[in-house]
């Protein structure tokens, strides 16, 4: 078997990195108590990496250009004190595996890498605390560069080496930041960190990390004598891309450390993220414009993040997703702004929140997302978080098929209020299977048995379950599975290459076998899948 090139490694970490990410966004998010505990954290390093993601997809195939591509990326997206660090240490990274000549093969250049993003992260943050991310990265770093002087150097062997430093680093975090010991927690970023090293280390050797507790059990919060009152937060986080050279940034940096705290700018030449928590907003903005010229500006009151109840509203937007221009016509008629988007083509977070934007509610109203496809679920979950930090009540419907965003949207209504709503569009998707039929483009091990190209496969709630070689015939088997366990309604959604008749045959099919079930016919205009079916 050939080799994978270091520019397919780099992207396939990336990509595992966002996927693990999307799974301990939560956890992370509950973690967040420092600097300040706007539980925002693992949200905030999801769409940081997302949007490394994204334009190292778009990089030439080169390992210089996918890891140039992922650390600008990451500038421009970054978001939070956190995200703005981690943009900093691909920074580092990218410096190293750019120079001439570096190949990832024995892990040296990865160890050069993490050292030199731990110094660049350490640089960013204008008052370095340990227990934070930043012990996290050195210790990872150390680690890494005292096993890539080994005889036996590896690549896989330095990334194991960097995730488990990165964790006994993370298990100490609450003995060395005292707010971290007191709410029994490790520190988020630090934690964050360890997503990303272990997402590396599964690319490499197919390792699964096993999951962890939110909470070190080892330390016990002391009930205090009397009630300490919170020390004094800052009100606003301001953030800005500024293109300015280094020379005004550490000018810059010399007058916001003088306005508030938790300064971190990110960056190199002459683009920089920019990111701190004050009183005064129109100063740091000002100080911005002093230095050369921001731009993409964000003002957040900080307890409003995390303290202002959610609006009395009854606005509502709805999101869906629609795999073909019929669906799409469907989710509309529906009330819901659509977003077109291929099947199997896992959309963006910010696709969604423009999306949201789009809707009646503006900016204001309450959001319900409907990602109809499987790979959208925990991108939709970011886009939510991201709109909850600005006040907005938010929710996704989990639907993994465009069937079940249908199935929501018949039981939406506008003026019920917004839990109740929820659980109802939650409650039909959740009651609709979910099945197609599709065609195969190669010869593949599926759990029906080995298919080859041109045959007829039939899903049933995700998995492949039947092979044959008509239509018709593997459609109808589809639907009697999903039938088996009872239903009352059976949706068939015609597709690319349906053909003449296809859904009537499979309409006639219900008639006969279960004559208790009515059928429902669209045009959904999808691509690879001829039909798409549901049963409720």
Same mark, same amino acid.
């Given at each position: &078997?050939?080799?994978?090139?270091?520019?397919?490694?780099?992207?396939? $970490?990336?990509?595992?990195?966002?996927?693990?990410?999307?799974?301990?966004?939560? !956890?992370?998010?509950?973690?967040?108590?420092?600097?300040?505990?706007?539980?925002?954290?693992?949200?905030?390093?999801?769409?940081?990496?997302?949007?490394?993601?994204?334009?190292?997809?778009?990089?030439?195939?080169?390992?210089?250009?996918?890891?140039?591509?992922?650390?600008?990326?990451?500038? &421009?997206?970054?978001?939070?004190?956190?995200?703005?660090?981690?943009?900093? &240490?691909?920074?580092?990274?990218?410096?190293?595996?750019?120079?001439?000549?570096?190949?990832?093969?024995?892990?040296?250049?990865?160890?050069?890498?993490?050292?030199?993003?731990?110094?660049? @992260?350490?640089?960013?943050?204008?008052?370095?605390?340990?227990?934070?991310?930043?012990?996290?990265?050195?210790?990872?770093?150390?680690?890494?560069?005292?096993?890539?002087?080994?005889?036996?150097?590896?690549? @896989?062997?330095?990334?194991?080496? @960097?995730?488990?430093?990165?964790? !006994?680093?993370?298990?100490?975090?609450?003995?060395?930041?005292?707010?971290?010991?007191?709410?029994?927690?490790?520190?988020?970023?630090?934690?964050?960190?360890?997503?990303?090293?272990?997402?590396?280390?599964?690319?490499?050797?197919?390792?699964?990390?096993?999951?962890?507790?939110?909470?070190?059990?080892?330390?016990?919060?002391?009930?205090?004598?009397?009630?300490?009152?919170?020390?004094?937060?800052?009100?606003?986080?301001? &953030?800005?891309?500024?293109?300015?050279?280094?020379?005004?940034?550490?000018?810059?940096?010399?007058?916001?450390?003088?306005?508030?705290?938790?300064?971190?700018?990110?960056?190199?030449?002459?683009? $920089?993220?920019?990111?701190?928590?004050?009183?005064?907003?129109?100063?740091?903005?000002?100080?911005?414009?002093?230095?050369?010229?921001?731009?993409?500006?964000?003002?957040?009151?900080?307890?409003?993040?995390?303290?202002?109840?959610?609006?009395?509203?009854?606005?509502?937007?709805?999101?869906?997703?629609?795999?073909?221009?019929?669906?799409?016509?469907?989710?509309?008629?529906?009330?819901?702004?659509?977003?077109?988007?291929?099947?199997?083509?896992?959309?963006?977070?910010?696709?969604?929140?423009?999306?949201?934007?789009?809707?009646?509610?503006?900016?204001?109203?309450?959001?319900?997302?409907?990602?109809?496809?499987?790979?959208?679920?925990?991108?939709?979950?970011?886009?939510?978080?991201?709109?909850?930090?600005?006040?907005?009540?938010?929710?996704?419907?989990?639907?993994?098929?465009?069937?079940?965003?249908?199935?929501?949207?018949?039981?939406?209504?506008?003026?019920?209020?917004?839990?109740?709503?929820?659980?109802?569009?939650?409650?039909?998707?959740?009651?609709?299977?979910?099945?197609?039929?599709?065609?195969?483009?190669?010869?593949?091990?599926?759990?029906?048995?080995?298919?080859?190209?041109?045959?007829?496969?039939?899903?049933?709630?995700?998995?492949?379950?039947?092979?044959?070689?008509?239509?018709?015939?593997?459609?109808?088997?589809?639907?009697?599975?999903?039938?088996?366990?009872?239903?009352?309604?059976?949706?068939?959604?015609?597709?690319?290459?349906?053909?003449?008749?296809? @859904?009537?045959?499979?309409?006639?099919?219900?008639?006969?076998?279960?004559?208790?079930?009515?059928?429902?016919?669209?045009?959904?205009?999808?691509?690879?899948?001829?039909?798409?079916?549901?049963? !409720?």
């Amino acid at each position: &078997m050939p080799p994978v090139p270091d520019a397919e490694i780099l992207l396939r $970490w990336c990509r595992a990195g966002l996927d693990a990410l999307a799974a301990a966004r939560e !956890e992370i998010d509950a973690l967040n108590v420092y600097p300040v505990p706007d539980g925002d954290t693992g949200t905030n390093l999801y769409l940081t990496v997302e949007a490394a993601l994204q334009q190292a997809e778009d990089a030439e195939p080169t390992l210089a250009a996918t890891a140039e591509a992922a650390a600008r990326g990451a500038l &421009m997206g970054a978001r939070g004190n956190s995200g703005i660090i981690v943009a900093q &240490m691909l920074r580092g990274v990218a410096d190293v595996l750019s120079r001439p000549g570096t190949t990832l093969a024995d892990g040296r250049a990865l160890a050069s890498g993490l050292v030199n993003a731990a110094d660049e @992260a350490h640089r960013a943050v204008a008052e370095p605390v340990e227990g934070t991310i930043l012990t996290v990265a050195r210790a990872a770093a150390d680690a890494a560069e005292r096993r890539a002087a080994a005889t036996d150097s590896t690549l @896989a062997a330095v990334a194991l080496a @960097a995730a488990a430093a990165a964790h !006994e680093a993370l298990d100490r975090t609450p003995d060395q930041l005292d707010v971290l010991r007191r709410a029994g927690v490790v520190d988020a970023g630090g934690r964050g960190l360890t997503v990303l090293l272990d997402a590396f280390d599964t690319v490499l050797t197919g390792r699964r990390p096993l999951p962890r507790p939110r909470t070190v059990g080892a330390h016990t919060v002391p009930a205090p004598a009397r009630p300490e009152p919170p020390a004094p937060e800052p009100a606003y986080e301001v &953030m800005y891309l500024l293109d300015a050279t280094r020379r005004e940034v550490d000018t810059l940096k010399q007058t916001l450390a003088g306005l508030g705290d938790s300064l971190v700018v990110s960056g190199a030449g002459e683009e $920089w993220n920019v990111h701190v928590h004050t009183d005064d907003a129109g100063a740091a903005i000002e100080a911005g414009i002093a230095a050369g010229r921001p731009h993409r500006i964000s003002v957040t009151y900080l307890p409003v993040q995390h303290a202002r109840p959610a609006p009395e509203t009854h606005q509502r937007v709805i999101v869906a997703f629609a795999a073909g221009d019929g669906l799409a016509e469907l989710f509309a008629e529906a009330g819901a702004v659509v977003v077109a988007t291929a099947t199997g083509h896992r959309p963006s977070t910010g696709e969604m929140l423009a999306a949201v934007d789009r809707g009646d509610a503006g900016r204001t109203g309450d959001v319900v997302i409907l990602p109809n496809e499987r790979d959208a679920v925990p991108v939709a979950e970011a886009a939510a978080a991201e709109l909850r930090t600005h006040g907005r009540r938010a929710a996704v419907i989990p639907t993994v098929a465009q069937v079940q965003g249908l199935a929501a949207l018949a039981v939406h209504e506008p003026h019920r209020a917004f839990d109740a709503d929820v659980v109802a569009m939650t409650a039909a998707a959740g009651q609709t299977r979910h099945g197609a039929v599709t065609i195969a483009a190669r010869e593949a091990v599926t759990m029906a048995g080995v298919c080859r190209p041109g045959d007829v496969l039939g899903v049933v709630d995700g998995d492949f379950a039947v092979i044959g070689a008509d239509l018709l015939e593997v459609a109808t088997e589809v639907v009697a599975r999903m039938l088996a366990a009872g239903g009352e309604l059976v949706t068939v959604v015609t597709g690319d290459g349906a053909g003449q008749g296809l @859904a009537d045959g499979v309409a006639r099919a219900v008639r006969r076998g279960h004559p208790e079930a009515d059928t429902v016919v669209y045009r959904g205009g999808q691509p690879r899948y001829p039909l798409l079916l549901g049963v !409720e």
